[in-house]
C-alpha cells in the first residue's frame, strides 16, 4: 500500500510540473503588446494552469496521506480540467484558423485585411467603444516609434519583415500610394484612392492608422500568431496530462483491487 500510494503521489506531481507550460503560455502572451491590450486570452489559461496545479497538489496530498475523499476529488476536478483544456485547445484552432496576408507590390513585408479573420475574432475589434479602449493602449506603445530608429531610407524599410502589427497600424496601405519620409511619416498623393484607411492615414504621431481597418486586421494577424504558438504549447501538455491521469486512473484502481483481494483473502484465513 505505502509503494502504491508513493507512486500514485509521484504522478500528481508530475501533473502538477505539467501545469506550469500552461500558466507559463499564458504569462507570456500578457506581455505581448498585443494581448496585454486586448486582454482576451492569457488569463483564461493562467486560470486554468493554477487551476491544474491545486488540484494535481490536491492529488498529491491525497495519495500522500492517504485520503481516499482528496483522491476522488482529484480525479473528477481533473477530468473536468482535462475537457476544459481540450475544449481551449479546439477553440483556439477554430478561430484562428482563418486569416492570412498579402503581398504588397515592391515591398517585403505583408499587409493584412480584416474580412480574412473569423468572425468572432472581427468582434473583439470591431465597435468604436471595444476599439477606442484598444486603440489608446497600443498608441501609448513604442511600438511604431521604434520603427524610425531602425529604418531611415525607404528601399530598407520595403525590405523588411515589419510585424503584422507595425505593417497595419504604423504606416498607410501600399495602395494608397503615399510617398515614404520615414516609416511613420508619409506624404500624402495627389489624389487618395477611395478606401477609407487611407483617409483615415495621419501623420501624427499619436494616430498613425489606429483607426484604419488595416490596423485592427495586422493586430489580429499577430494575436492569431501568438495565440497559435500558446495553443501548440497547451496541445502537448493535454497530451501528457491525459497520460498521466490514466496512469494515475490505473495506480489507483490497482491499489483498490489489491485491498479488495487482501481483505478477500483474510475473510477465508
Same mark, same amino acid.
Given at each position: ?7 500514485? #503521489?509521484?504522478?500528481?506531481?508530475? $501533473? ?8 507559463? #503560455? ?6 505581448? =503588446? ?12 493562467? /486560470? ?14 491525497? #495519495? ?36 492570412? $496576408?498579402?503581398? $504588397? ?35 501609448? =506603445? ?36 503615399? =510617398? ?33 481597418s488595416s490596423c485592427k486586421a495586422g493586430l489580429l494577424a499577430n494575436l492569431r500568431k501568438?495565440?497559435?504558438? $500558446? ?12 497520460? /498521466? ?5 490505473? #495506480? ?18
Amino acid at each position: 500500500m505505502a509503494l502504491s500510494s508513493t507512486v500514485i #503521489a509521484s504522478i500528481n506531481f508530475v $501533473a502538477m510540473l505539467l501545469s506550469i507550460p500552461v500558466i507559463a #503560455a499564458g504569462i507570456w502572451l500578457s506581455v505581448q =503588446t498585443d494581448n496585454s491590450c486586448v486582454k482576451l486570452l492569457q488569463w483564461p489559461v493562467i /486560470v486554468l494552469g493554477i487551476a491544474i496545479l491545486v488540484v494535481a497538489f490536491a492529488g498529491f496530498v491525497g #495519495a500522500f496521506w492517504r485520503m481516499p475523499w482528496l483522491l476522488l476529488f482529484y480525479l473528477v476536478a481533473m477530468f473536468v480540467l482535462i475537457l476544459l483544456l481540450a475544449s481551449l485547445v479546439i477553440f483556439i484552432y477554430v478561430v484562428t484558423n482563418r486569416g492570412e $496576408a498579402h503581398l $504588397a507590390p515592391g515591398r517585403v513585408y505583408l499587409e493584412y485585411r480584416l474580412e480574412d479573420y473569423s468572425g468572432w475574432l472581427r468582434q473583439r475589434v470591431q465597435g468604436s467603444h471595444k476599439w477606442d479602449r484598444i486603440k489608446k493602449c497600443l498608441s501609448s =506603445t513604442s511600438t511604431c516609434a521604434e520603427l524610425n530608429q531602425t529604418y531611415r531610407e525607404a528601399q530598407d524599410f520595403f525590405n523588411a519583415r515589419i510585424s503584422p502589427l507595425e505593417s497595419g497600424c504604423c504606416k498607410p496601405p501600399t495602395q494608397c500610394g503615399y =510617398t515614404f519620409v520615414n516609416p511613420t511619416y508619409w506624404i500624402s498623393p495627389i489624389s487618395i484612392t477611395f478606401d477609407m484607411d487611407c483617409v483615415l492615414w495621419s501623420n501624427n504621431q499619436t494616430q498613425l492608422c489606429y483607426s484604419c481597418s488595416s490596423c485592427k486586421a495586422g493586430l489580429l494577424a499577430n494575436l492569431r500568431k501568438e495565440w497559435r504558438r $500558446a495553443d501548440l504549447i497547451l496541445v502537448v501538455t493535454l497530451l501528457a496530462l491525459i497520460c /498521466v491521469f490514466v496512469m494515475g486512473c490505473y #495506480a489507483l484502481r490497482t491499489t483498490r483491487t489489491g485491498e479488495l483481494f487482501r481483505r478477500y483473502k483474510q475473510g477465508y484465513t
